[in-house]
């Protein structure tokens, strides 16, 4: 695998290595002594596959609150997404600084997403699946967001919005009060 350090510290995109012969193809996604390398010692708890039918569409911002907080592990396995996150953490060099990469089926990139940040897609065609690896277990009420469109981190989404959730639409901007999560 290869890892490439994000201009957010912490967060990488990982390129799969394939190995190609006259059967197809064959690639390792994840193994713990080359994850632990960059730093990666928690287990994944949690893996979650989400199907996203209609171009243009926002999910996000999303992120779980201490103790709860989790590093996330994003693979796109059908379509492609623009895949977005933004630093949260308070004292980080990059706090409220967002970083955005294409993940599709075809490049097999996947985002490494560390504690401390939101983290959201938009589908850039129709059906789109996703498959996450979280270090910690959904916890309701220990969930947050902050807005896909807050002019604060004036994220360049790619596409028009064609659907987003009344919960994400919902979410709050950030303002000169938010000390982090």
Known sequence: MIFTPTPLNGSYVIEPEQYTDNRGWFARYYCKKEFGAIGHEKEWVQMNHSFTAKKGTIRGMHYQVAPYQEIK?????AGAVFDVIIDLRSGSPTF????????????????????????GFQSLCDHVELLYHHSEYYTSGAEGGVRYNDPGFTIEWPLALSMISDRDSAHPFIDNNFKGI
């Open 73 to 77: 592990m994003i693979r796109c396995i």
């Open 96 to 119: 409220l600084h967002w970083f955005g990469v294409e993940l599709s089926a075809q490049n097999k990139k996947m985002i490494y997403i560390p504690e401390g940040f939101a983290h």
